[in-house]
């Protein structure tokens, strides 16, 4: 019965989740796949998360200490809320669609850098985490093609990759 209960929740929030994160598109007009695809990522993460797996454990097994996070939509400030109170430290989020100084979650002023030019300036990560994962070649070839040089993830990769 629980079960079936977060499954209803885990898609109603997919539905709600998608329709933000694609400006106000419908499903019939962005396609079900991309829907499934968030699905299928969010329903893994709250799986690992029933079995404590961790993306902050899978980020120090790779002996990451700082993350940019790229993209704080939905998903973006999730991965904020998960790794905030871990050894994990955030020292910004980037995001084009939003042209404020710093954005608040869970009470925190985040710096936020919305122009990929200001990365040059900032301090260096050890890895960008890329929540927009469905266009994740795309951004990590403009974040390359900027002399971004720190490991490149996205959020796929490191909900998945966790569990193994």
């Known amino acids: 019965m629980v079960i079936k209960m977060l499954e209803k929740y885990l898609d109603d929030y997919v539905n709600q989740l998608y329709y933000r994160e694609n400006i106000g598109l419908s499903f019939e007009q962005v396609g079900l ?6 699905y299928n990522l969010l ?3 709250f799986r690992n998360k029933l079995q404590h797996i961790e993306i ?12 940019g996070i790229y993209g704080i939509g939905n998903i973006g400030e999730l991965l904020y809320r998960d790794l905030v109170n ?3 430290r955030i020292p910004y989020v980037v995001d084009r669609g939003i042209f404020k100084e710093y ?9 936020l850098i919305n122009q990929l030019e ?3 300036d900032m301090e260096t990560v050890d890895c960008m985490i ?11 070839d ?3 093609d900027l002399g971004v040089t720190s490991k490149i993830f996205s959020i796929e990769d490191c909900i998945y990759e966790s569990s193994r």
């Open 103 to 111: 954005v608040l979650i869970e009470g925190r002023r985040v710096s």
């Open 130 to 140: 890329i929540t927009p994962y469905l266009e994740f070649q795309t951004i990590r």
């Open 142 to 144: 403009e974040l390359r």
């Open 43 to 45: 329903s893994k993460w």
């Open 86 to 88: 871990t050894t994990i």
């Open 118 to 120: 200001m990365l040059r």
């Open 33 to 38: 796949y991309s829907k499934s695809e968030y």
């Open 56 to 67: 902050s454990d899978y980020l120090r097994r790779l002996e990451v200490k700082n993350v």
